[in-house]
Structure formats: C-alpha cells, structure tokens
C-alpha cells in the first residue's frame, strides 16, 4: 500500500483536499486490506429475536472488558398488551437487575393530523437514585402499525472505577401520533455491569429484533 498512500499524498493540495483524479478505480485496485481502525471499529457481537418472550437479555458472553462501549438496537418492537418498554441492569450476570440508576428525559410528540404537539420534560418517568426499571418509551399498544424502534448506548460497564454513563433514543409509532423519547443517566456503580434485560411492563416482547454491538476494542 506504500506507492498508493504515496500516490494519494501527492495529489492532495494546500488547502488539504484532494485532486479529482486522485483517486480511481485503477489507484484502488491494488489494495487487499486496510490498516487496523480504518474499516471502523463498530462489532455486531450477536442478534436475538423476540417471540412472544418475557424478556430479551445479554450476559457476560457478550458485555465484559473486550469493548469500551456497547450499543443495543431494537428493531420494530411490540408487547403483547399495551405497556411501557423498560431496561434493567445486572452486577451479578443476571440474577438481579436492581442496579441503581438517576436518569432525565424528555420526549417530543406530533400527531398525525396536526393537531397536536409538545417538547418537554417529563418528570413523572425519570429515576433519582433508584432500583426500578427505567422506561425508555411509553403507551406502545399491540396494532401491527404501531411499534417501537431505539438504541441505548452502554458506556464502559466493565469498569470498577467509574458510574457507567448511558444515552437511549427511541421512537414510537401509533396510530394517532409519533413520540420521541431522549432518556439519559447513569448506574450508580462502581462494580461492573456485565448483563442488560429489556422488558415491558406487562406482558411478554411479543415481536422485535434486538442486536448488540461492542465498540472501541480494549
């Protein structure tokens, strides 16, 4: 790769930006692999699917030392009854998930006939140094048009030194509206997190794919 990196340099001008024939297809033929870091350090660790299940969750297999940071996607989620999603964090691989946590939200709303919207802070489903589930979104019913999609961001459960800061974003499709829920905080442990349940208030996560990422490679 030295005479194509080379190659490269030498078309790049003094206001730093690149010639247009720098790059083709005949400069990039010759290139088999890229260095460490260049293809992006984002790792799909593992998929589940939801059928009907009382809850979706990931142990220590997959949260532990090997990543800085993990991030949980779900896809097109559902509850069987209509309910609110959670999550909940474990210090033991899953035998309990009672970690305490202080988080704050806020939430934009649109209906879809116009008639109706907000931003806000909603004080009656944030946490102040509690156990409980914390709710990432709300009033999710069971119509096959409606459903809900986010992520969470996990960052660095394995440390014994630090709280484990996180950032969720989830959207709610309804019938009559769309909701935006931002929720943010942190687990007030200095143990490691190593395990991560999702749920809903009531009843099973009917539908729904889940995935896990780790990025940032110890």
């Not at 730093?16 to 297809?25: D, K, M, P, V």
């Not at 009656?124 to 709710?135: I, K, M, P, V, Y």
Request: net charge neutral.
């Amino acid at each position: 790769m030295g005479s194509i990196i080379q190659n490269a340099a030498n078309n790049v001008g003094a206001n730093g930006i690149f010639s247009s024939s720098a790059l083709n297809n005949s400069s990039l033929s010759g290139i088999s692999a890229l260095p460490s870091g260049v293809a992006g350090d984002l790792k799909l660790l593992t998929t589940a699917t939801a059928s009907a299940s009382a809850s979706l969750s990931f142990n220590s297999t997959y949260i532990n030392s090997s990543y800085k940071i993990f991030k949980f996607e779900w896809i097109n989620t559902a509850p069987s009854t209509g309910a609110d999603m959670t999550v909940n964090f474990s210090t033991d691989n899953g035998s309990n998930y009672n970690v305490t946590k202080t988080t704050t939200l806020f939430t934009t709303t649109h209906y879809t006939n116009d008639s109706f919207t907000e931003l806000g802070y909603n004080t009656g489903r944030d946490l102040a140094q509690s156990t409980a589930e914390l709710q990432l979104e709300a009033n999710i019913g069971t119509q096959s048009d409606m459903g809900v999609s986010g992520h969470l961001y996990l960052f660095n459960p394995s440390s014994t030194t630090y709280v484990k800061h996180l950032i969720s974003r989830n959207n709610l499709a309804h019938q009559t509206y769309t909701t935006n829920w931002f929720v943010a905080g942190y687990c007030n442990t200095t143990s490691a997190i190593n395990a991560v349940r999702f749920k809903y208030t009531s009843g099973n996560v009917q539908v729904g794919t889940f995935k896990l990422y780790g990025i940032g490679a110890n």
